[in-house]
Nanobody, 125 residues
Framework: QEQLVESGGGLVQAGGRLRLSCAAS????????MGWFRQAPGREREFVSA????????IYADSVRGRFTISRDKPRNTVYLQLDSLRPEDTAVYYC??????????????????WGQGTQVTVSS
């Protein structure tokens, strides 16, 4: 089963920015609703953002709304998460995931069937 591949994580100072990418070589991501989750040490995986199949709709966790932006590049079969105004509490491993579930379920980890390996984001104060 093909995995999703995330990239773009790194170490950044508070207030900085990063752009995470999620790509697949064989899986057509435009046939899935796509989500981003994150997991900090000792904590459960939490929802960050999701976008619809055509990229026309997006939802965000309250903690990132106004700072993070999810988008798609259909020709490149890639989904992005732009992280701006980063805070130390944003430090986590970030995962992308693909879902065929209904829109109302996309905040739930269980709605996703394909996952990437994660990329580390570390924000220093």
């Amino acid at each position: 089963q093909e995995q999703l591949v995330e990239s773009g994580g790194g170490l950044v100072q508070a207030g900085g920015r990063l752009r995470l990418s999620c790509a697949a070589s064989e899986l057509n991501l435009s046939t899935y609703n796509m989500g981003w989750f994150r997991q900090a040490p000792g904590r459960e995986r939490e929802f960050v953002s999701a976008t619809s199949r055509n990229g026309g709709s997006a939802i965000y966790a309250d903690s990132v709304r106004g700072r993070f932006t999810i988008s798609r590049d259909k020709p490149r079969n890639t989904v992005y998460l732009q992280l701006d105004s980063l805070r130390p509490e944003d430090t986590a491993v970030y995962y992308c995931a693909a879902s065929r579930s209904v829109w109302s379920a996309l905040r739930d980890v269980a709605a996703y069937t394909r996952w990437g390996q994660g990329t580390q984001v570390t924000v220093s104060s």
